[in-house]
């Protein structure tokens, strides 16, 4: 055992020397970031900064001094997504965002998102397509017999004995109460000798109802059938039942506006048990289109509601978020293997419904809500595949193709403590060659990306964070032009507000939670000095 842990320990060590090395031929300015006494980090630069708040953050009057001391801009992380916004019955609440932006008045405002496929009130979504077909109405009374013979009526008996017994689970199919028939004599050709009905439900003539119940003999071989009434009579085939529970539907167009149903039960002798009848409307998913136009209409309807609530005070809109997979395809459900959980709550992937056009619509929509606004399309990953990098640039190019306004790109740059350098710099001078806008809108660095437990920040990590800090700033203002320069936005402000944090797993900013500034800060700031 103390062998196994010395040679754990030794291949640990030479990996952790190992990575060090190739760390160390990077490393740019480790040591060198100790200057962050300046008075703010947009005191250092013309270039636009950002920072990401949440509506908890309100209440910590240093975060909100700080957060307008060192930014000019804030970007909501989650009280404007469709999710934080649209209620279950499709009404609109800004009471948080609204909050957030004054209480960080006057600092800018960005807009995130209009179109995502996560943080969704995916329950309205589906209702309201009809991706989701809402249970129907239960159209019986008394239903499972609970009340006994109420609203049931004994039509024709010819010698059999109907009973409507309460209070006997262990002979009901659920509940405590069942319809119990003994038919002595086999009326072969004549179910109609034996007959209960139900009490009279409200039809449509034309629209369809499907009828089911529960039923089990007290031997193999009965038989039953269903048959409607009052007038223009429905009959259901014949029925074979057996000796176990089974549920038997039957599905009926309505020819009048008040309409009875019949068990039938004179064809074989037999001890039958019936509960949990049913009534119900059939309602039927809507078609392809139907469904498309819904979600199409859902889209125009959240974009121009926000861009109209929000265009006072918003002037730059986060339109499509993350519209690529992993792959660099055009999301769907099918495709985002980066999503683990795909049976999620807030999940709504618009490409499953819109195919290719839904980036193009929510554009649109944008445009036409606000034609001033900057439009942005945001994505993930970007510094870390060039793939990916090269399809959103291709996807861009197809939807300006078609008459999308875009006016930018954001990459998020969720980066790591050692990223590669050579990828960031590509990413960078590829999104620049477009022509377009480019902003880093999500920045922040993980410097314990496998979440190790046990994990502490130490001096040199935290080095090696602040010249990942460096090297982005740094390449960003290099790269990409002046005039394409459209701002810096870091995903949050103390480590304990992240949402990499995780409990003291990573500590990706940089503030500390007592908001002193950490070497990530001094790298920032090397970086926005031109130093």
């Given at each position: 055992?103390?062998?196994?842990?010395?040679?754990?320990?030794?291949?640990?060590?030479t990996?952790?020397?190992?990575?060090?090395?190739?760390?160390?031929?990077n490393?740019?300015?480790?040591?060198?970031y100790?200057d962050?006494?300046?008075?703010?980090?947009?005191?250092?630069?013309?270039?636009?900064?950002?920072?990401?708040?949440?509506?908890?953050?309100?209440?910590?009057?240093?975060?909100?001094?700080?957060?307008?001391?060192?930014?000019?801009?804030?970007?909501?992380?989650?009280?404007?997504?469709?999710?934080?916004?649209?209620?279950?019955?499709?009404?609109?609440?800004?009471?948080?965002?609204?909050?957030?932006?004054?209480?960080?008045?006057?600092?800018?405002?960005?807009?995130?998102?209009?179109?995502?496929?996560?943080?969704?009130?995916?329950?309205?979504?589906?209702n309201?397509?009809?991706?989701t077909?809402?249970?129907?109405a239960?159209?019986?009374?008394?239903?499972?017999?609970?009340?006994?013979?109420?609203?049931w009526?004994?039509?024709?008996?010819?010698?059999?004995?109907?009973?409507?017994?309460?209070?006997?689970?262990?002979?009901?199919?659920?509940?405590?109460?069942?319809?119990?028939?003994v038919?002595p004599?086999?009326?072969?050709?004549?179910?109609?000798?034996?007959?209960?009905?139900?009490?009279?439900?409200?039809?449509?003539?034309?629209?369809k109802?499907?009828?089911?119940?529960?039923?089990?003999?007290?031997?193999a071989?009965?038989?039953?059938?269903?048959?409607?009434?009052?007038?223009?009579?429905?009959?259901?085939?014949?029925?074979?039942?057996?000796t176990?529970?089974?549920?038997?539907?039957?599905?009926?167009?309505?020819s009048?506006?008040?309409?009875?149903?019949?068990?039938?039960?004179?064809?074989?002798?037999?001890?039958?048990?019936?509960?949990?009848?049913?009534?119900?409307?059939?309602?039927?998913?809507?078609?392809?289109?139907?469904i498309?136009?819904?979600?199409?209409?859902?889209?125009?309807t959240?974009?121009t509601?926000?861009?109209n609530?929000?265009?006072?005070?918003?002037?730059?809109?986060?339109?499509?978020?993350?519209?690529?997979?992993?792959?660099?395809?055009?999301?769907t459900s099918?495709?985002?293997?980066?999503?683990?959980?795909?049976?999620?709550?807030?999940l709504f992937?618009?490409?499953?419904?819109?195919g290719?056009?839904?980036?193009?619509?929510?554009?649109?929509?944008?445009?036409?809500?606000?034609?001033?606004?900057?439009?942005?399309?945001?994505?993930?990953?970007?510094?870390?595949?060039?793939?990916?990098?090269d399809?959103?640039?291709?996807?861009?190019?197809?939807?300006?193709?078609?008459?999308?306004?875009?006016?930018?790109?954001?990459?998020?740059?969720?980066?790591?403590?050692?990223?590669s350098?050579?990828?960031?710099?590509?990413?960078?001078?590829k999104?620049?060659?477009?022509?377009?806008?480019?902003?880093?809108?999500?920045l922040?660095?993980?410097i314990?990306?496998?979440?190790?437990?046990?994990?502490?920040?130490?001096?040199l990590?935290?080095?090696?964070?602040?010249?990942?800090?460096?090297?982005?700033?740094?390449s960003?203002?290099?790269?990409?032009?002046?005039?394409?320069?459209?701002?810096?936005?870091?995903?949050g402000?103390?480590?304990?507000?992240?949402?990499?944090?995780?409990?003291?797993?990573?500590?990706?900013?940089?503030?500390?939670?007592?908001?002193?500034?950490?070497?990530?800060y001094?790298?920032?700031?090397?970086?926005?000095?031109?130093?």
């Amino acid at each position: 055992m103390k062998k196994a842990k010395k040679i754990l320990y030794i291949a640990f060590a030479t990996f952790a020397v190992s990575c060090t090395k190739m760390k160390d031929v990077n490393i740019l300015n480790q040591g060198s970031y100790s200057d962050t006494t300046t008075a703010s980090l947009k005191s250092a630069t013309d270039v636009k900064l950002g920072v990401a708040v949440e509506y908890s953050n309100i209440a910590d009057g240093n975060y909100t001094a700080i957060a307008k001391n060192e930014f000019d801009a804030i970007t909501v992380g989650y009280s404007m997504k469709h999710g934080a916004i649209v209620k279950d019955d499709g009404t609109y609440n800004y009471t948080n965002a609204d909050a957030i932006i004054n209480a960080f008045s006057p600092n800018e405002v960005y807009g995130h998102t209009l179109l995502w496929h996560s943080n969704q009130n995916a329950t309205y979504l589906k209702n309201y397509t009809g991706i989701t077909i809402p249970a129907p109405a239960e159209l019986m009374t008394n239903p499972g017999f609970e009340a006994g013979a109420s609203s049931w009526s004994v039509f024709n008996t010819n010698g059999a004995t109907i009973t409507f017994n309460t209070g006997d689970a262990a002979n009901a199919h659920a509940g405590t109460s069942y319809m119990k028939v003994v038919n002595p004599t086999s009326q072969t050709g004549n179910q109609w000798k034996v007959q209960v009905s139900s009490a009279a439900f409200a039809t449509v003539p034309g629209q369809k109802y499907t009828i089911s119940y529960w039923v089990k003999a007290a031997s193999a071989g009965g038989s039953i059938r269903l048959s409607t009434g009052p007038t223009s009579s429905q009959y259901q085939g014949d029925q074979t039942i057996n000796t176990t529970w089974q549920q038997v539907s039957w599905t009926i167009t309505a020819s009048i506006s008040s309409t009875t149903f019949l068990f039938d039960m004179g064809q074989a002798a037999n001890t039958y048990y019936i509960d949990d009848a049913s009534v119900k409307l059939l309602v039927s998913a809507p078609t392809g289109p139907s469904i498309a136009l819904k979600v199409d209409t859902a889209l125009n309807t959240f974009a121009t509601n926000m861009v109209n609530h929000f265009k006072s005070k918003v002037h730059q809109w986060d339109v499509v978020n993350e519209p690529l997979s992993p792959s660099g395809a055009l999301r769907t459900s099918g495709n985002s293997s980066d999503i683990s959980d795909k049976t999620a709550k807030d999940l709504f992937f618009w490409g499953d419904y819109l195919g290719r056009d839904f980036p193009l619509k929510a554009f649109q929509y944008a445009k036409a809500a606000d034609a001033t606004a900057q439009l942005f399309i945001n994505e993930y990953g970007l510094e870390a595949s060039a793939t990916k990098t090269d399809s959103l640039i291709a996807l861009v190019k197809e939807l300006k193709a078609r008459g999308a306004a875009i006016d930018g790109i954001g990459t998020q740059v969720h980066a790591l403590w050692n990223s590669s350098y050579g990828l960031i710099d590509s990413m960078f001078i590829k999104l620049a060659s477009t022509g377009l806008l480019v902003r880093i809108s999500e920045l922040d660095i993980r410097i314990n990306p496998l979440f190790k437990s046990g994990f502490v920040l130490t001096d040199l990590e935290s080095s090696y964070q602040a010249d990942m800090y460096y090297y982005i700033i740094n390449s960003y203002l290099k790269n990409v032009p002046k005039a394409q320069q459209a701002g810096i936005t870091v995903w949050g402000l103390t480590d304990d507000t992240s949402w990499l944090y995780k409990s003291g797993a990573d500590f990706p900013l940089l503030f500390n939670a007592n908001y002193s500034r950490k070497k990530a800060y001094g790298g920032v700031l090397k970086a926005l000095k031109g130093l």
